[in-house]
Nanobody, 122 residues
Framework: QVQLVESGGGLVQAGGSLRLSCVASGTIISLGRMAWYRQAPDNQRELVAESFGDGANYANTVKGRFTISRDSAKNTVYLQMNSLKPEDTDVYYC?????????????????WGQGTQVTVSS
């Protein structure tokens, strides 16, 4: 069974930095797209950044401040968040397309982590 586990969230003052990590575990054959989303209560989940291995896309609201990176050897994706603002306060979720060995087959599936809270104080 494949799982994504995030870490690195917390409370930080405006202007500060945090680094989120997301580790994928299980019988993983290959990693595809990996991404970070965020969601506030009563809001839609929005894409923050996505990595395709040799390229990345960012939401306009975080461009120039956040950087997504990945370590395929460790099945890990990171989100370095600099110059944080109070409006970055949200629960951040890791999302990944993973090709894995499951109980009865090998296939691609889309997976989500449980989320990690980021709070930026003014």
């Amino acid at each position: 069974q494949v799982q994504l586990v995030e870490s690195g969230g917390g409370l930080v003052q405006a202007g500060g930095s945090l680094r989120l990590s997301c580790v994928a575990s299980g019988t993983i054959i290959s990693l595809g797209r990996m991404a970070w989303y965020r969601q506030a209560p009563d809001n839609q989940r929005e894409l923050v950044a996505e990595s395709f291995g040799d390229g990345a896309n960012y939401a306009n609201t975080v461009k120039g401040r956040f950087t997504i990176s990945r370590d395929s050897a460790k099945n890990t994706v990171y989100l370095q968040m600099n110059s944080l603002k109070p409006e970055d306060t949200d629960v951040y979720y890791c999302n990944a397309d993973i090709f894995a060995e499951l109980a009865d087959s090998y296939r691609w599936n889309d997976y989500w982590g449980q989320g990690t809270q980021v709070t930026v104080s003014s």
